[in-house]
């Protein structure tokens, strides 16, 4: 870790020891371990240049880019410009750069708290096929984290702004940092492999979730567990999460499949439900009587009602008349015979 760069003077123009362009530094963007990254004017406008005291670190993250350029879709990294040996005034030692691509937009988690949580899946969709194009290249990204991740556009599309902790395949990885790191969680080791990208994603989806980072506790998986099942967002993905975190999905790929299935299955049970709770409110229950309310109904009972009480009188006349008949019978045959 080489902690010797110092700030360059904003103004300074830097020439190229052997292509013999010039760059005028605009302002500083980001410092690191290993560098500063700074905005500067070109012959061809504005670009992102780094700055090194480590030669063999720009070239290797020079070769980053380079791989990043190959992809059929060019989102993932900045576009490579040029990379020489620096020349300015003052320069208190030898050093290397490189020129990008100025990639313009929000940080991921300033561009998710603008447009809501809803984006987050569909740019981590998005990252999982430029990561499954880089590890085919056999690189791992390494120190994946919101900081790193610029959204540019319309239309949105998720760029990575800082390439320095990427590392070949099979490796130790030489840059992270602990909240997206599986090796602080102790979910496995820091060896450069796909999985390792998916937990780090996972994390940003966690991250992104929750607006924060938080310190690990006293049963750090349990407590990622019962984060991502106590968020809305991250429940609905549920198994997706989990199993990158323990490593089940062997590329990229696998785990964006498992995201869009999922993804498809929450949405046609989500199309399915009103259907449902619409034609059960609409079928009566059992112990509903249909109510008549047409005129023809009404006078269809009022007579059934009135035959019933004609029917009524004429058996009780009938009873009374038979009844008189029987007493007369009894008095004529006790008295008159």
């Not at 567990?225 to 549920?238: D, F, Q, T």
């Not at 009135?306 to 009524?312: I, L, N």
């Amino acid at each position: 870790m080489m902690n010797s760069v110092s700030n360059i003077p904003i103004g300074t123009v830097i020439k190229g020891k052997w292509h013999h362009h010039h760059y005028r530094i605009a302002k500083e963007l980001g410092k690191g371990a290993n560098g500063i990254v700074y905005l500067a004017e070109s012959p061809n406008g504005q670009v992102a240049l780094k700055v090194s005291d480590d030669s063999m670190l720009i070239a290797s993250e020079v070769n980053v880019l380079k791989s990043f350029s190959k992809a059929p879709v060019k989102t993932m990294g900045p576009s490579f410009y040029d990379m020489d040996d620096a020349l300015y005034p003052g320069m208190p030692q030898k050093r290397s750069f490189y020129v990008m691509e100025y990639v313009r937009g929000p940080l991921l988690l300033e561009f998710v708290k603008q447009k809501g949580d809803e984006w987050i899946v569909v740019l981590m969709i998005q990252l999982l096929s430029n990561l499954d194009h880089l590890h085919k290249e056999g690189w791992i990204f390494g120190d994946l984290k919101p900081d790193n991740l610029i959204v540019s556009g319309p239309p949105a599309a998720i760029r990575c702004i800082d390439v320095g902790g990427t590392t070949k395949a099979g490796r130790a990885i030489k840059e992270y940092t602990e909240f997206f790191d599986r090796g602080y969680w102790g979910f496995g080791t820091r060896k450069a492999e796909p999985s390792y990208d998916l937990f780090a994603l996972s994390m940003v989806m966690v991250n992104c979730a929750y607006k924060k980072e938080f310190k690990k506790g006293a049963e750090p998986k349990n407590q990622l567990y019962r984060a991502i099942e106590g968020h809305p967002l991250l429940k609905r993905y549920e198994r997706v999460l989990k199993g990158a975190l323990q490593g089940k999905y062997q590329s990229a790929t696998d785990m964006k499949s498992a995201m869009l299935r999922d993804g498809q299955l929450l949405a046609s049970r989500k199309n399915r439900q009103p259907k449902q709770t619409q034609k059960t409110s609409q079928k009566p229950t059992v112990s509903q009587k249909p109510q008549m309310t047409s005129r023809s109904q009404r006078v269809a009972a009022a007579k059934r009602t009135s035959v019933r009480k004609k029917s009524g009188g004429l058996f009780e006349t009938i009873l009374i008349v038979c009844s008189i008949l029987a007493l007369y019978c009894a008095y004529v045959v006790l008295f008159l015979l």
